[in-house]
C-alpha cells in the first residue's frame, strides 16, 4: 500500500513539473529583457545621467538629457539597463540607446554601449 502511494505521488509531482517550471520561468524571467514600468523613476534617472556624463567625458562632447523615452532591463550578476534617450547637442535634438550594467551593491556602473537609435 505505501508503495502504490509513493508511485503516485511521483507519477502525480512528474506530471506537474513542467508546469510549475513554466510558472516560475514566466515570472522571474532572469536573462531576459523586462520593460522598465517607471522611467521617471529617481534611479532610473540616475542611470541615464550616469550614461551621459560618461559619454561626455569619453567623446568630449557636452550632451545633455531630455527625457528617457524607452527603458528595459536584464537580470544578470546585477542589472544592465537599456534606455532611449532624447538628448541635446547645443540646439540640436537626438535619439540614442544606452546600456549600462550596474551592480548596486558594489557601487559598481558601466557604460556598455551608446549608440544612435534607430527610429522606425
Not at 545633455?64 to 537599456?82: A, F, M, P, T, W
Not at 557604460?111 to 537609435?117: D, E, M, R
Amino acid at each position: 500500500m505505501q508503495s502504490n502511494f509513493h508511485f503516485l505521488f511521483l507519477f502525480i509531482s512528474l506530471l506537474l513539473l513542467p508546469l510549475i517550471c513554466a510558472g516560475a520561468s514566466a515570472s522571474l524571467r532572469v536573462g531576459g529583457w523586462q520593460p522598465i514600468k517607471d522611467l521617471n523613476d529617481s534611479h532610473v534617472k540616475g542611470i541615464a545621467e550616469f550614461a551621459v556624463t560618461a559619454i561626455n567625458k569619453q567623446s568630449k562632447t557636452n550632451l545633455k538629457l531630455d527625457s528617457i523615452v524607452k527603458g528595459e532591463q536584464q537580470i544578470v550578476s546585477g542589472i544592465n539597463y537599456r534606455l532611449i534617450l532624447a538628448v541635446k547637442d547645443g540646439v540640436q535634438s537626438k535619439s540614442y540607446e544606452v546600456t549600462v550594467w550596474e551592480k548596486s551593491w558594489e557601487n559598481f556602473r558601466k557604460l556598455i554601449s551608446f549608440k544612435p537609435a534607430i527610429t522606425i
